[in-house]
């Protein structure tokens, strides 16, 4: 398996454009999980989808934040406007199942800068 | 309120040295302990995990140690190699959390040559 696969890999925006980042789990995996990581806070979980169904999105800073997982080999987190507040690397994990035992699998991060 | 403290921020060691890293956790009820390895410019990957009844774990040239009475954890390197510099992140998980992990803000270590 390629594990998982996000694009872009790197983000340059200007404030207010739309931003979307895009996430494909590993194959099977039943949880989704995006998470932002910045040198300040480190990594934080935004929201999280069990077979595609959002569980809990009491990490998404702003309603500018919104995520999707319209089948279960796709996920977009977008932010809408955008803000050089949101500059920080986003992760998306993807595990078998939930629960405190289970590994969760990152991809390789989408660094994204809005200027 | 569950936290995860690591320590040092940053260390940087000869290569072939050894070192330690830091975990100290407020997390309760405790379920387990990861630490995970974060290569610059990629995701973190687990390298061990421990439960409440696991003190020791070996990966390799890593060994971490859980103290749960003190809720002290430890990443020991033997033999540090270049490829070792990368951030270690200590991420606890809360008995009955559905994926929910705490993580601690990582301790950056740089093995010089």
């Known amino acids: 398996d390629a594990g998982v696969i996000q694009s872009p890999r790197h983000e340059v925006t200007e404030m207010g454009q739309e931003v979307t980042l895009r996430c494909k789990p590993i194959s099977g995996h039943d949880y989704l999980f995006w998470y932002r990581q910045t040198m300040m806070r480190g990594l934080e979980l935004l929201i999280y989808f069990n077979n595609n169904v959002p569980i809990d999105d009491s990490g998404m800073p702003e309603d500018r934040f919104s995520a999707k997982m319209p089948n279960a080999s796709f996920s977009t987190l977008k932010i809408q406007p955008s803000e050089p507040r949101d500059s920080a690397v986003y992760f998306c994990?993807?595990?078998?199942?939930?629960?405190?035992?289970?590994?969760?699998?990152f991809g390789p991060g989408t660094r994204l800068t809005v200027l | 309120k569950n936290q995860v403290e690591q320590s040092p921020q940053s260390l940087i060691i000869l290569e072939g040295k050894n070192c330690t890293l830091q975990c100290n956790y407020t997390v309760s009820p405790f379920s387990n302990l990861r630490w995970y390895k974060q290569d610059t410019g990629r995701g973190p990957v687990s390298l061990t995990i421990?439960?409440?009844?696991?003190n020791t774990k070996s990966n390799g040239r890593y060994t971490a140690t859980l103290d749960a009475d003190t809720k002290q954890s430890s990443l020991h390197i033997t033999a540090s190699q270049l490829s070792d510099s990368a951030s270690y992140i200590c991420?606890?998980?809360?008995?009955?959390?559905?994926?929910?992990?705490?993580f601690g803000k990582g301790t950056k270590l740089s093995v010089k040559p």
């Open positions: 421990m439960t409440f009844s696991e």
């Open positions: 994990a993807s595990s078998l199942r939930a629960g405190e035992y289970n590994e969760q699998f």
């Open positions: 991420v606890v998980s809360a008995r009955g959390s559905q994926g929910n992990l705490i």
